[in-house]
């Protein structure tokens, strides 16, 4: 007997439920998988099996400039991914290396990414730098256990107070993973100090001075007084003391408020991480402390 309409009606929308849960359940399956996954020096590595997949794309590419590949063969991956191999594309995907898929019943349709490309060797790049970061924290690990430490900190944190939870406060901990002796006011303040006499010395204590220079930074009596201290310092004794970090400011806006600052290398936060900016530090601490 000949359904009728409704039941067809019924029957597309229930197959449509269906389909839907099942793509739904790929989608969750996926994303726990590359949540999961490591960033390595920023940078996202991805499962084993992403990267079998993705090696087995690239391998089938013929290099054309749509990035695309036709009637990609499931029977071209390993026989164990060849039965969720749904959930390797939606891996792919989430990690930006298929801007599109079209699956049929044997294959897909595949649009590759430009990050697709130099996955293998971006990782490489990755795990290379992170090596050398390790290499360089050990070195730190090495210039803590000496007996040449000249200052009691090792660098004072200038900066102004509406930037402290947004920037600073992350800024500090990421110098403290590090070992390094910061010299940062929410820590050394306490119940009853005098404040300006605290900072004061502070700025004598210190190796190296980071000033964080933003809007907020800007006429601020007491971050200004920081900065002369320092710069006075560094005047007398030759030395580079002051390290100036500029936070969602460009070189124009620091030349034009303190032209001082003018000749020294500056570093931005727009173009270096709070990791990198680390680094950056500790590579002057090695060489002030050899």
């Given at each position: 007997m000949a359904k009728t309409a409704f039941e067809k009606a019924v029957e597309k929308q229930t197959k449509e439920a269906q389909k839907a849960a099942r793509e739904a359940k790929i989608r969750e399956r996926a994303s726990a998988i590359v949540n999961a996954q490591p960033l390595v020096s920023g940078f996202q590595i991805m499962d084993q099996d992403a990267e079998v997949v993705l090696k087995a794309i690239l391998d089938a590419y013929d290099g054309n400039e749509n990035n695309y590949i036709g009637g990609f063969d499931r029977d071209l991956l390993p026989r164990y991914l060849q039965d969720s191999v749904g959930v390797e594309y939606e891996k792919l995907?989430?990690?930006?290396?298929?801007?599109?898929?079209?699956?049929?019943?044997?294959?897909?349709?595949?649009?590759?990414?430009?990050?697709?490309?130099?996955?293998?060797?971006?990782?490489?790049?990755?795990?290379?730098?992170?090596?050398?970061?390790?290499?360089?924290?050990r070195r730190i690990a090495e210039i803590e256990a000496s007996t040449h430490i000249h200052k009691q900190y090792d660098v004072f944190i200038s900066h102004a107070s509406a930037d402290k939870e947004d920037y600073v406060d992350l800024l500090v901990m990421a110098v403290k993973r590090l070992g390094i002796n910061v010299f940062y006011d929410t820590d050394v303040l306490s119940w009853g100090d005098k404040w300006k006499e605290v900072i004061i010395q502070g700025t004598a204590d210190s190796e190296f001075a980071i000033i964080v220079i933003s809007k907020n930074f800007f006429g601020r009596e007491w971050t200004e007084k920081e900065l002369t201290e320092f710069l006075s310092q560094q005047n007398e004794s030759g030395q580079k003391i002051v390290l100036p970090l500029l936070l969602g400011i460009s070189m124009d806006d620091l030349k034009e408020h303190y032209p001082e600052l003018?000749?020294?290398?500056?570093?931005?936060?727009?173009?270096?991480?709070?990791?990198?900016?680390?680094i950056l530090l500790a590579k002057e601490l090695i060489k002030r402390y050899k």
């Open positions: 995907q989430m990690y930006g290396m298929l801007s599109s898929v079209l699956q049929y019943l044997s294959g897909a349709n595949l649009t590759i990414t430009e990050r697709a490309k130099s996955y293998f060797d971006d990782k490489e790049t990755a795990l290379t730098r992170a090596e050398e970061d390790k290499k360089e924290q003018g000749d020294i290398q500056c570093i931005s936060s727009e173009k270096f991480g709070k990791e990198e900016i680390v």
